[in-house]
């Protein structure tokens, strides 16, 4: 019994910190319109219409706008091969 639940709290925890580390946090510095790249805490990353965005934002012609200043959560696609990565996903910080 004590096996099985040893097992299981591994697996938890190395679930758990699998899904930690895939999301990171910055502050949106600029926005090129139209380009759909995003300037954050000194990266460029890709946004299009594919970024799904968790809470209000703007929709441009390319993908979302975010706010100068705003602090956002992003999950990052590794499938691609492009050189500036591109967000999956994102979360506004309140």
């Known amino acids: 019994m004590n096996t099985k639940a ?6 938890l925890l190395t ?12 502050t949106v510095e600029k ?4 380009q759909g790249i995003v300037t954050i805490s000194g990266q460029q990353y890709l946004i299009d219409h594919s970024t799904v965005v968790h809470g209000m934002v703007e929709q441009g012609e ?9 602090e956002i959560d992003f999950k990052l696609d590794r499938s691609g091969t492009k050189r500036t990565p591109h967000i999956s996903e994102s979360w506004i910080r309140e």
């Not at 040893?6 to 697996?11: G, H, K, N």
């Not at 390319?62 to 705003?70: E, H, L, Q």
Request: overall charge negative; glycine content about 12%; aromatic content about 12%.
């Open 62 to 70: 390319v993908g979302p706008i975010f706010n100068t200043g705003s």
């Open 31 to 34: 926005q090129i319109q139209g």
């Open 6 to 11: 040893i097992l299981a709290a591994l697996f």
């Open 15 to 26: 679930t758990f910190t699998a899904i930690s580390e895939s999301i990171y946090t910055g």
